[in-house]
T-cell receptor
Framework: AQKVTQAQTEISVVEKEDVTLDCVYE???????LFWYKQPPSGELVFLIR??????QNEISGRYSWNFQKSTSSFNFTITASQVVDSAVYFC????????????FGKGTKLSVKP | DAGITQSPRYKITETGRQVTLMCHQT?????MFWYRQDLGHGLRLIYY???????DKGEVPDGYVVSRSKTENFPLTLESATRSQTSVYFC???????????FGSGTRLTVV
């Protein structure tokens, strides 16, 4: 069965610190997709990134970077030089090839960035 | 307006009443989903649909009914609301499996 674990329930950092949010997944499929979503205090879910299981290249987008390691079934998310606007709940999610598009979410990590 | 819209944004209903949450998308995406979000549980899938007239149960379907007579609409009905169904409900759509999923703004439902 597919499963996503975000072991960090809450993280608090001071502005400009780097922070890494962990995501570990379980799947039996060889083809799957991994996602990160951001949920700011306003409540909407904002898509950040999508990765398929055949693309292990790390990705950087501005202050955000993602480290995908199939060997450890992890898809970690790092924010460099965090800002107050990064304060949000971050969700990691998994979709298996045969699941008709269903997204299975982790329980989320609440990040608080203090000035 | 283009996108995915949910209505109402907020709803208070009484136990035992039937309530329908609406979801409309303008992209003609094949896939649509309903999730509920509760503290400590993250987002859990209620129902999903791969195309018009095709729906299937997710992780927590009990007490809910869906229909999809048109590609763009995917209403979620609580047949007899219970307090345990107090939650924030999100609708989502996707053009194909594995693509980015776009979520609506959510409906905050309170059952009293």
């Amino acid at each position: 069965a597919q499963k996503v674990t975000q072991a960090q329930t809450e993280i608090s950092v001071v502005e400009k610190e780097d922070v890494t949010l962990d995501c570990v997944y379980e799947t039996r499929d060889t083809t799957y997709y991994l996602f990160w979503y951001k949920q700011p205090p306003s409540g909407e879910l904002v898509f950040l990134i999508r990765r398929n299981s055949f693309d292990e290249q790390n990705e950087i987008s501005g202050r955000y970077s993602w480290n995908f390691q199939k060997s450890t079934s992890s898809f970690n998310f790092t924010i460099t030089a965090s800002q107050v606007v990064d304060s949000a709940v971050y969700f990691c999610a998994l979709s298996e090839e045969g699941s008709q598009g269903n997204l299975i979410f982790g329980k989320g990590t609440k990040l608080s960035v203090k000035p | 307006d283009a996108g995915i819209t949910q209505s109402p944004r907020y709803k208070i209903t009484e136990t035992g009443r039937q309530v329908t949450l609406m979801c409309h998308q303008t992209w003609s995406h094949s896939y649509m989903f309903w999730y509920r979000q509760d503290l400590g549980h993250g987002l859990r899938l209620i129902y999903y649909s791969a195309a018009a007239d095709i729906t299937d149960k997710g992780e927590v379907p009990d007490g809910y009914v869906v229909s999809r007579s048109k590609t763009e609409n995917f209403p979620l009905t609580l047949e007899s609301a219970t307090r345990s169904q107090t939650s924030v409900y999100f609708c989502a759509s996707s053009v194909e499996q594995g693509r980015g999923y776009t979520f609506g703004s959510g409906t905050r439902l309170t059952v009293v």
